[in-house]
């Protein structure tokens, strides 16, 4: 019995390459691969990222002929989330608001500063060190305006808070050995 076979069917005979792209499939191929990583880039940027000064911000043009912003203005969204008691969260230090003081406090439990940040309000609780075993609320609804040290594990890690003039004193005022714990709000 004798097998006829075709060039195609159960051939051992080489098969030939397809034809090598042109330059005009390779610029394509390279323009698409380029605009795929931008697009990539812009969609998992994380959002604490801040723009390089003296960009215009997101969803703005900057006009043609006037000079670009070359620092930070004070009264920014950092205030205005400050006021309307809203947290920054981008790690920077919020300024004093007006008619308060800043406070330093260290906390009994530094864990605590891993919850804060700038602009969070918290209250602000003591624990004497002699007398009685009660908690002594000092200030309610405290601005954080920075977290000092959050990763220290020597003590070394403090809020500053803005607080009211009376708040201050009765903070300052706590005897020696007080310790001091934080309820954040939410």
Known sequence: MRFG???GERSLRPVRWPARPGPGTLLRAGLVAALLGLAVTILYTPPGCTPVPGAAPPGT???TGSPAPTGTD???PPAVAAREGRG???GGSLPLPDGTVGVPVRLAEPA???V???GSRVDLLALPAAGPVTTVLLASGALV???VGAGELDGSSALY???APPQAQRVVGQPEGSRFAVVVRG
């Open 5 to 7: 076979r075709t060039v």
């Open 112 to 114: 605590a500063l891993a």
């Open 116 to 118: 804060v940040g700038p």
């Open 61 to 63: 043009a900057a006009p």
């Open 88 to 90: 920054d969260r981008t």
């Open 161 to 163: 808070l803005a607080l």
């Open 145 to 147: 305006l920075d977290v």
């Open 74 to 76: 004070p009264s920014g």
